[in-house]
């Protein structure tokens, strides 16, 4: 498992790496930090969601009852459901981090959530990109190249209608899912592991009849 050791020099304030044994530091493991970034930024998202599908004025101000719900499923897949403050439809989503030994920091994991008439996939980044932007995103083996739309915050980038045809079929018989993002100077690449995803599709899909 890869981890990254931040130490603290009280005399000079700077950071660096180095043995466990020499310096005092605090640890933190790369899988953990990328299922806390993701289930973080999912959750934004889904408020984010039902707040512009109010009667358009925005999210409603003073109201405590919206929440997002967060459940483990198996082979490190998470729901999530975040109801909605008015009574509306629920937003709901299933969620996997990237593999951390095979993927670049900057690729967070891979999202499938509830759409109005099919599931939407998309691809979670660290950093946001411009809104106007299209990425080319190109996912397994032989690849799949699909131009992909930046969506809120900009960490998330929606494949095209149709992507959840293979979440469906081909996704589920294979162990790993590869994927690279085109954009700047640098690709981001990765590896989202696929087992427990039939699963984990399943309990989105009984979700989206009545969410």
């Keep these: 498992m890869d981890v990254i050791h931040v130490e603290l020099y009280p005399s000079t304030r700077s950071c660096r790496t180095a043995d466990l044994a020499r310096k005092r530091k605090f640890v933190l493991t790369v899988s953990t930090w990328r299922s806390i970034l993701l289930v973080l930024l999912v959750s934004t998202v889904l408020s984010a969601r039902l707040a512009s599908a109010q009667s358009g004025t925005g999210p409603p101000s003073g109201r405590e009852d919206e929440q997002t719900l967060s459940s483990e499923l198996p082979d490190g897949w998470r729901f999530l459901r975040t109801h909605s403050p008015t009574g509306g439809a629920d937003a709901v989503s299933i969620i996997h981090p990237a593999d951390t030994s095979q993927s670049d920091l900057d690729l967070v994991g891979l999202m499938i959530r509830c759409g109005e008439n099919d599931p939407e996939v998309l691809v979670a980044i660290l950093l946001a990109l411009p809104a106007d932007s299209r990425?080319?995103?190109?996912?397994?083996?032989?690849?799949?190249?699909?131009?992909?739309?930046?969506?809120?915050?900009?960490?998330?980038?929606?494949?095209?209608?149709?992507?959840?045809?293979?979440?469906?079929?081909?996704?589920?018989?294979?162990?790993?899912?590869?994927?690279?993002?085109?954009?700047?100077?640098?690709?981001?690449?990765?590896?989202?592991?696929?087992?427990?995803?039939a699963t984990a599709f399943k309990t989105l899909q009984a979700s989206c009849g009545r969410h």
């Design 135 to 197: 990425p080319q995103v190109t996912v397994g083996s032989p690849g799949r190249q699909f131009e992909s739309r930046v969506t809120n915050p900009g960490t998330l980038l929606l494949l095209p209608k149709g992507t959840a045809d293979l979440v469906r079929k081909e996704w589920q018989n294979q162990q790993n899912l590869s994927i690279q993002i085109d954009y700047g100077k640098s690709p981001i690449r990765g590896v989202i592991k696929l087992t427990g995803l």
